[in-house]
């Protein structure tokens, strides 16, 4: 089983602050992955990834921290502004034969909505 | 920067038709991809290109479907007889070979096939 799961259809935040958003997954094996975002009729754009080997990887605003006990990974934008409002989607290259190749497989998305 | 481009943006076709979306990958790209969004749900991987055949597809990817490399620089999808299920966004993406980061994807804008 190979998913990436992202549990919050939408998450609200105020300019400014912090937003914090969710992905789990299912297979431990995964040992890459990315985030993107997606405006309204236009397609994903790459953000930020992250290697299984590290726990951390920051760029500007966005860092993406990984919790490989949990399965966990998770995308902080500090701080939020408008104009990152927007559907941002993890994802994870599919493994097959214990090496991931190009085949993505994407979360359901998360829209963020940041507040002036 | 370079970028994906896609056309048309916005197809419509009647059920039974063939349709085919084209896509111009960026110039230094060995690797292309086809994927497919249905509204309301996840980012779907339809099939990956590299030296002109397929070297992944999906289990939606059918005899329905086929991929084409006509010549340097456009990366068509051919749907023969579209179906009412076909329709939604089509994203095309591209990358470098080799392992990640390098194959990080870049997306075109879609098209939005619709099937009456």
């Known amino acids: 089983d190979q998913q990436v799961k992202q549990n919050s259809p939408s998450l609200s935040v105020q300019e400014g602050r912090i937003s914090i958003l969710n992905c789990d997954y299912t297979?431990?094996?995964?040992?890459?992955f990315l985030w993107y975002k997606k405006y309204p009729a236009e397609g994903p754009t790459f953000l930020i990834s992250?290697?299984?080997?590290?726990d951390k990887n920051e760029d500007g605003r966005f860092t993406v921290f990984l919790n490989k006990s949990a399965k966990h990974l998770s995308l902080h934008i500090v701080p939020s502004q408008p104009g990152d409002s927007a559907v941002y989607f993890c994802?994870?290259?599919?493994?097959?034969?214990?090496?991931?190749?190009?085949?993505?497989?994407f979360g359901q998305g998360t829209i963020l909505t940041v507040h002036p | 920067e370079p970028e994906v481009t896609q056309t048309p943006s916005h197809q419509v076709t009647q059920m039974g038709q063939e349709v085919i979306l084209r896509c111009v990958p960026i110039?230094?790209?060995?690797?292309f991809y086809w994927y497919r969004q249905i509204l309301g749900q996840k980012v779907e991987f339809l099939v990956s290109?590299?030296?002109?055949?397929?070297?992944?597809k999906s289990e939606i990817f059918d005899d329905q479907f086929s991929v084409e490399r006509p010549d340097g620089s456009n990366f068509t999808l051919k749907i023969r007889s579209t179906k009412l299920e076909d329709s939604a966004m089509y994203f095309c993406?591209?990358?470098?070979?080799?392992?990640?980061?390098?194959?990080?994807?870049?997306f075109g804008p879609g098209t939005r096939l619709t099937v009456t």
């Open positions: 994802a994870a290259p599919v493994l097959a034969g214990g090496t991931s190749y190009g085949k993505l497989t």
């Open positions: 297979n431990s094996m995964f040992d890459y």
């Open positions: 993406a591209s990358s470098l070979p080799g392992a990640w980061p390098l194959r990080e994807q870049y």
């Open positions: 110039s230094n790209h060995l690797y």
């Open positions: 290109f590299y030296n002109n055949e397929i070297s992944e």
């Open positions: 992250i290697s299984s080997i590290k």
